[in-house]
Nanobody
Framework: QVQLVESGGGLVQAGGSLRLSCAAS????????VGWFRQAPGKEREFVAD????????YYADSVKGRFTISRDNAKKTVYLQMNTLKPEDTGVYYC????????????WGQGTQVTVSS
């Protein structure tokens, strides 16, 4: 079983930056890809970005392209989400989860970290 713990959320003004971390523990050798998702109040959870533990494949939602950067530190078993030029619509709870294979569902969801962007 893989455990994922998010951190780094907070309150920031529009135009500001935050860096989120997703620390993995447990059977991390079974983890293939880690993704970031977010859920705003009253809205469904949506995909933000993901990255493979090996290789250079990264994917971003159109709404965050050019502003967010996902990266990883394999030695620390941590995936980061650098968020720049934040907008009020980026507000929400940010979660990370992982895939055990290229066609598997995301699972092992973390508890989430709150990001609030004030206008």
């Amino acid at each position: 079983q893989v455990q994922l713990v998010e951190s780094g959320g907070g309150l920031v003004q529009a135009g500001g930056s935050l860096r989120l971390s997703c620390a993995a523990s447990g059977r991390t050798f079974s983890s293939y890809r880690v993704g970031w998702f977010r859920q705003a109040p009253g809205k469904e959870r949506e995909f933000v970005a993901d990255i493979r533990w090996s290789g250079t494949d990264t994917y971003y939602a159109d709404s965050v392209k050019g502003r967010f950067t996902i990266s990883r530190d394999n030695a620390k078993k941590t995936v980061y989400l650098q968020m720049n030029t934040l907008k009020p619509e980026d507000t929400g709870v940010y979660y990370c989860a992982d895939q055990t294979g290229p066609f598997s569902e995301y699972s092992h969801w973390g508890q989430g970290t709150q990001v609030t962007v004030s206008s």
